[in-house]
């Protein structure tokens, strides 16, 4: 009997186009993934399963065209398979869907609240973001997770801690590639955020100042004790003199009462 596996006969990520050559509306739609993807190798130094795609291909049919998120998160699949990296990823080739995806709003909408929300929860992929810098009466950043087969917008939160990822994420102003404003981050549990490579020099430079500083105020604080242990010395010294000086006038002035015949012990 002839042995047949269907997928065997699919296409290999090789074999598929890398992108939907469709160029991004704004360059925040690359960095903020890219932000993400690079916190994410700060935090994870060691663990190899995982992968972070952005701007990615992400296959599920043979016959359709990928979808493809601004960013997206998947847990349990490697890191990296050789050099070369991934061309795309093939959910038949990883048997792992995505996690989370990620959207970046622009001026222009590409279907963020509509046809691409429906297509993830179709996937299966648990959490769905949205970010909107652009809005100014709504909520900027929007999580949804999949509840029976459907999208529900978890309550508004910041950061909003995603317990299947072991992470929380959310939006504050930092530093990034030199630029300075509104960013996405992953937050640890107890609430902080996880460092840029800028922030964290930022960081390090501000605590070897402060160290350098609270050296230079001891280093003062030292000098100055020891200015008032020389000073209180000498006024011991001093003080000492004086007493020297003072006992000698009493001798001198004893020895001319005993001089006139007057005894200096019956004065007292």
């Not at 991934?86 to 709003?105: D, F, H, N």
């Not at 000098?223 to 006038?249: H, T």
Request: with cysteine; proline share 7%.
């Amino acid at each position: 009997m002839l042995n047949y596996d269907p997928l065997a006969c699919w296409p290999s990520s090789e074999e598929l186009p890398d992108s939907d050559d469709t160029p991004v509306d704004n360059e925040l739609q690359d960095l903020i993934p890219g932000l993400l993807k690079a916190l994410l190798a700060i935090a994870w130094p060691e663990r190899m399963d995982w992968y972070f795609g952005v701007d990615m291909g992400i296959y599920y049919d043979p016959d359709l065209p990928a979808i493809v998120p601004d960013g997206f998160l998947s847990l349990g699949v490697e890191r990296f398979y050789d050099e070369n990296l991934r061309p795309s990823y093939v959910l038949w080739e990883e048997r792992r869907v995505p996690v989370l995806a990620l959207e970046v709003v622009s001026q222009k909408y590409r279907g963020e609240y509509s046809t691409k929300k429906a297509e993830y929860a179709k996937l299966g992929i648990l959490y769905y973001v949205v970010y909107n810098p652009n809005r100014r009466r709504k909520p900027r950043l929007e999580v949804y997770k999949l509840i029976n087969g459907a999208y529900t917008a978890l309550e508004d939160g910041n950061p909003v801690w995603l317990p299947e990822i072991g992470l929380g994420i959310g939006m504050e102003r930092g530093t990034y590639l030199g630029i300075p404003r509104q960013w996405l981050y992953w937050y640890n549990q107890q609430g902080e955020k996880l460092l840029t490579p800028e922030e964290n020099a930022k960081l390090a430079q501000q605590e070897t100042q402060e160290a350098k500083q609270e050296t230079q105020e001891a280093k003062q604080e030292a000098q100055q004790a020891k200015q008032e242990a020389q000073q209180a010395k000498q006024e011991a010294q001093q003080a000492k003199q004086e007493a020297q000086q003072a006992q000698q006038r009493t001798q001198l002035l004893a020895e001319q009462l005993r001089s006139l015949g007057i005894d200096p012990d019956s004065l007292t």
